[in-house]
């Protein structure tokens, strides 16, 4: 079972910084620069190439104390031979690493390209196990090797430095660019040979004009300046598996979804003391997910609280400021089976103070039960306008839960009243089809969470009188398997982030779309980091692949930043088909309860997947028809309750969005004021 926290534990730095080591300008931590710089940085004693390579056109400069020694053919040689010899191994001769020096002008990048890019017989020896990448389409691989290799002829004016790894081959812009992240990203390929090397191919038309750097006194990174970078630096081009891989993970995730029964994710959803984590933990005690000694540990332990009737409860809230106040504060994540289904448990809390808790739990839920308080008054408390039932089922269903389930619960308090039961049913019945909700998409269920009544098995005579419809477990049982998109660009909007022991620094959350594997290369964004996935985790159980749908914790390495950089509402996505950011955007949405008509300069707070930002509503597009979708008004002056509209909607920092049109589940966002939720919408256009 896991939690939806921020940063569970403090802990130092991730990476070792052990050789960072440096000579010159830079004095400050490595973690204060760009990842291009720490790059530079950490190579730099290995190449000793100072400023001045960088800013005079790729001409070799040397301190005035090493002069003499450079003077000559011979020292200008030995000094430049083994990053030549580093990059390319024995592909070529050492006579002709030396004749392709001499030709350059002893620049060790410039003679590795003219060695690279001529005619040659010779194909550098390079293990293929070393590169996970396959190009299929000789003529297209062409055309990108020369796109690669011949930017020297088109940018020769642009000095530029080269980075040598084992058999990648890092060609950067200029330190002025990489300082400020505007230099073109690198996107890896594969040299169409029997032993192909990774080289990194530029983009001209994505390259950004770069305006002259500022001093910064070294080469790190100005700190009020990185903010500015991890927003506006274009995507980190790397593809997240080679189409070997991809291919055999989609065969392996066809295969379990054939022989696995289908998933879905429940939230159970409610004003608070409604018995949500009672019924549901008294549900996974009688499904035998807890064990006996556990139940009575959790009984000594409520009884000693004064809150005997809260033992069940205690199987899902977990921590002590819970179980002190009686409340569930989290999201508590854990798992249980049906006859015909796999389902992820998602409890979420009641209180009106964590209804963003509750937001992020529904936004990750295919459907949702909605539990109810029988007791006389408690109801009527509940779905008044103060109470959450009504919001929780208003935002259940703006987030994209169709199929609801109602748990009336509690009614042995009212010596199993069929006319309670009804009277419920038709309210609620009544406003959920106002809400969105099809009839017949909704059912009800008379429960007790406490006794166990009607949860798996029904024993009360009193109820059996006149109800003999299914139990809790056979309708959860009844809901239909969710679509997957399985086909999309990967996403995972993270939800928690922590450091285990066995597991390393991790990142959880669910899998919106697409796969990831043990090995793959994923994009951080808005950070736009790179991180690579050591190992893979559901329900506790260490997998080699996972799919969407699925709640999941990947362990990360090889993060340019410390983990703790990552928050909550961040996104792991494909690097090659990133999600775009963005401070701006258009969103059609309806309006809820409101004490104040929303006007042009609203300032409301924005929840989307997780993510919670301070907003500004900018402009007031338009009022739409609420069935045809069609402007009934242009630039209205305000907007009342119940209001289709059209909104342009503006954040602090860029986050990462997607449009409802291409990407659904990410596609839909909450806007709250005051502790009341105002509007909920969808997002229609990005303006970047």
């Not at 930017?151 to 200029?174: L, T």
């Not at 979420?348 to 509750?358: C, E, I, L």
């Not at 907003?615 to 007031?620: E, M, P, R, V, Y």
Request: net charge negative; charged share 25%; aromatic share 6%.
């Amino acid at each position: 079972m896991s939690r939806h926290r921020g940063i569970r534990g403090a802990f130092d730095e991730y990476y070792d910084q052990d050789d960072d080591d440096y000579d010159g300008g830079f004095t400050g931590s490595p973690s204060s620069a760009s990842p291009g710089v720490a790059k530079y940085l950490a190579n730099k004693q290995q190449f000793q190439l100072n400023l001045g390579n960088f800013l005079n056109k790729g001409q070799p400069t040397v301190d005035e104390d090493e002069e003499e020694d450079f003077n000559s053919d011979l020292g200008l040689i030995e000094s430049k031979l083994p990053a030549v010899v580093e990059a390319l191994g024995d592909a070529c001769s050492e006579e002709e690493m030396i004749e392709a020096l001499r030709i350059n002008n002893y620049d060790p990048e410039a003679a590795t390209v003219w060695l690279l890019d001529r005619p040659s017989s010779k194909s550098p020896v390079v293990p293929h196990s070393q590169f996970d990448m396959e190009i299929d389409n000789d003529d297209e691989f062409e055309e990108r090797r020369k796109q690669a290799f011949t930017q020297k002829k088109a940018d020769s004016a642009v000095p530029r430095s080269v980075h040598f790894e084992g058999d990648v081959i890092a060609v950067q812009r200029e330190l002025q660019q990489a300082t400020l992240g505007l230099g073109p990203r690198a996107a890896s390929i594969e040299i169409a040979s029997p032993s192909p090397v990774r080289m990194p191919a530029r983009d001209p038309s994505k390259e950004r004009v770069s305006s002259p750097a500022p001093d910064f006194g070294g080469f790190a990174l100005a700190p009020e300046r990185l903010e500015e970078r991890l927003q506006s630096a274009s995507p980190k081009i790397e593809r997240q598996m080679s189409m070997t891989r991809r291919k055999e993970v989609e065969a392996l995730q066809a295969q379990e979804a054939a022989r696995e029964k289908p998933h879905i994710s429940l939230v159970v959803i409610g004003h608070v003391d409604a018995g949500k984590s009672t019924i549901m933990g008294h549900l996974l005690y009688l499904l035998g997910n807890v064990q006996q000694r556990t139940m009575h540990r959790f009984e000594k332990e409520s009884k000693n609280l004064g809150k005997a009737s809260f033992a069940f409860a205690f199987v899902l809230d977990e921590h002590a400021e819970e179980r002190a106040r009686g409340v569930t504060i989290d999201v508590a994540v854990t798992n249980f089976e049906t006859d015909h289904r796999r389902v992820t448990l998602l409890d979420a809390p009641g209180h009106r103070d964590f209804v963003p808790n509750m937001i992020s739990g529904a936004s990750q839920a295919d459907v949702a039960i909605l539990i109810v308080d029988a007791t006389t008054g408690a109801f009527e408390n509940g779905f008044d306008s103060d109470g959450q039932t009504k919001e929780h089922a208003l935002l259940a269903r703006s987030l994209g839960v169709t199929q609801l389930g109602v748990v009336i619960n509690k009614l042995d308090t009212v010596d199993w009243s069929q006319q309670r039961f009804d009277e419920i049913s038709a309210k609620l019945g009544a406003f959920l089809k106002q809400s969105g909700f099809l009839p017949k998409n909704i059912w009800y269920v008379p429960c007790s969470g406490l006794t166990g009544e009607n949860v798996i098995e029904r024993n009360e005579a009193k109820l059996m009188a006149w109800y003999d419809g299914p139990t809790l477990i056979q309708r959860i049982d009844e809901f239909p398997p969710a679509t997957r998109e399985v086909n999309k660009a990967f996403r995972l909007c993270i939800s928690d982030v922590y450091k285990a022991t066995n597991f390393g620094s991790a990142l959880g959350g669910k899998i919106e779309g697409g796969l990831v594997s043990v090995g793959d290369r994923l994009l951080v964004q808005p950070l736009n980091e790179l991180c690579t996935v050591k190992g893979i985790r559901v329900h506790g159980n260490v997998v080699e692949f996972a799919s969407a749908g699925e709640n999941v914790d990947l362990s990360v390495a090889d993060l340019g930043l410390p983990i703790t950089s990552i928050a909550i509402g961040d996104v792991l996505c494909d690097p090659e088909r990133p999600m775009r950011i963005a401070k701006r955007f258009v969103g059609q949405i309806i309006t809820f309860t409101l004490k104040r008509p929303i006007v042009s300069g609203h300032q409301v707070e924005l929840l989307y997947h997780g993510l919670n930002e301070p907003a500004s509503i900018t402009s007031l597009i338009s009022i739409l028809d609420k069935a045809t979708g069609e402007v009934r008004k242009k630039k209205p002056r305000a907007l009342s309750e119940g209001i289709t509209a059209q909104v342009e909607i503006s954040v602090q920092r860029a986050i990462p969005v997607e449009l409802y049109s291409e990407y659904k589940p990410l596609g839909r966002f909450t806007l709250r004021e005051g502790g009341r939720t105002v509007a909920a919408g969808i997002i229609s256009e990005l303006r970047l």
